[in-house]
């Protein structure tokens, strides 16, 4: 089974990958994107959810529950600006509108959550930059470790034209804390100018594991084990929206030895 789940280019569902189609026991992701007064409804009353709108403005709403009405103020992933976002600890009977063009991603885990069901807001997320030189990129933390949840780790990055990121290559597939923590992983994929593409390299160190994928805008890439950089060819600005889970909520990660070198002050002129 290839690790690239291609996305529908045209209709309201862009991309799904759920626990029993990745194989794996954690992550479930999927993007929607919805016309001016559309609604989607989600039900899944058995997960903790986390509602990114990553462009437009919607309403989201839980029967019986609370009501977070016309959220949303970026045009799109690559406006300068975090998102909002709504984490649900139980994702029965939710209700998303659209007031104009928008565009949303529905991250999920088992659940339900034990944390309170609230909106995130753009202020209450931290951005900053990674890495240096050609190596540089943004980062946004819409719901990391230091927030309550249970599962769910929930980041997007940006990457310029020509850069590389989540590089030197990393993996976090082994229970070893605090070393490293056990995560599953997807990531969203999203090109400006639109008929861009990135490149996505997942593999171990044995090579048990080895896929090298050209992903186009709104594919997603799954990352069950091993190392995952991306490159961003010339002329392109990346975008991606990660969803992390596993049984830990802890993000440690292991950079691959043969690449770490890069890291040492110096390395590279």
């Not at 899944?44 to 019986?64: A, F, K, N, W």
């Not at 959220?71 to 984490?87: K, L, Q, T």
């Not at 990352?223 to 490159?231: I, L």
């Amino acid at each position: 089974m290839s690790l690239l789940v291609k996305a529908r280019r045209e209709g309201r569902d862009i991309v799904r990958v759920t626990p029993q189609s990745a194989g794996w026991r954690y992550v479930g992701f999927a993007a929607h994107r919805l016309r001016d007064g559309e609604s989607i409804a989600i039900d899944q009353p058995g997960d903790e959810l986390c509602i990114v709108v990553l462009g437009g403005t919607v309403s989201v709403g839980q029967r019986g529950g609370e009501t977070f009405s016309r959220i949303g103020a970026r045009r799109d992933v690559f406006d300068d600006a975090a998102p909002y976002a709504v984490y649900l600890a139980n994702g029965g009977a939710v209700e998303v509108i659209a007031h104009g063009v928008a565009e949303i991603a529905v991250a999920s885990a088992p659940g339900p959550g034990d944390a309170r069901t609230r909106l995130i807001e753009p202020s209450q997320m931290k951005r900053f930059a990674r890495g240096n030189g050609l190596n540089t990129r943004h980062v946004c933390d819409i719901l990391p470790e230091s927030e309550p949840a249970s599962h769910l780790l929930v980041v997007e990055v940006r990457t310029p034209s020509g850069h590389s990121s989540s590089y030197p290559p990393h993996k976090h597939d082994a229970d070893d804390l605090p070393q490293e923590s056990a995560l599953e992983e997807t990531y969203y994929h999203r090109l400006s100018p639109a008929q861009g593409f990135a490149f996505q390299r997942v593999y171990t160190g044995d090579r048990s594991l080895d896929e090298s994928l050209a992903v186009e805008d709104h594919d997603v890439v799954m990352v069950p084990r091993g190392y995952h950089p991306v490159v961003v060819p010339y002329g392109y600005e990346s975008y991606y929206l990660n969803v992390m889970a596993g049984p830990r909520r802890e993000w440690h990660f292991r950079n691959d030895p043969t690449h770490e070198w890069m890291l040492a002050p110096g390395a590279i002129k």
